[in-house]
């Protein structure tokens, strides 16, 4: 069963998105910083995900977070309920929408 957004109060968790930028400090020492992209409205639902790990298979918990399309990336940080939660998967839904699968990374 596909995912499809119905009607925009679906969309009922702030979401900030966050890229990975460089920029040389003033000994000229790379500086890895996060850059806020943009702040959107999702919905968020906990899943847990299994992958063999070095000890078999092992279970992690991740999110599906559904939004509006936008500039988001794979490998970009996404902020909700305080935390940072990385991008490992982007799936299109319509021509409207998206579903980002993501880890928390904190």
Do not use: P
Not at 3 to 27: H, M, T
Not at 48 to 55: C, I, Q
Not at 95 to 104: A, E, T
């Amino acid at each position: 069963m596909r995912y499809r957004l119905r009607q925009s109060g679906e969309l009922n968790r702030r979401v900030e998105v966050k890229r990975a930028s460089s920029s040389r400090d003033s000994l000229g020492g790379l500086v890895q910083t996060l850059s806020t992209i943009s702040t959107r409205w999702a919905d968020i639902r906990e899943k847990m995900v299994n992958y063999n790990g070095d000890n078999g298979i092992e279970f992690l918990k991740a999110f599906e977070v559904y939004m509006r399309n936008g500039d988001v990336k794979m490998g970009d940080i996404l902020t909700f309920d305080s935390r940072n939660h990385i991008i490992t998967q982007i799936e299109d839904i319509d021509k409207h929408s998206i579903k980002c699968l993501c880890q928390s990374r904190d």
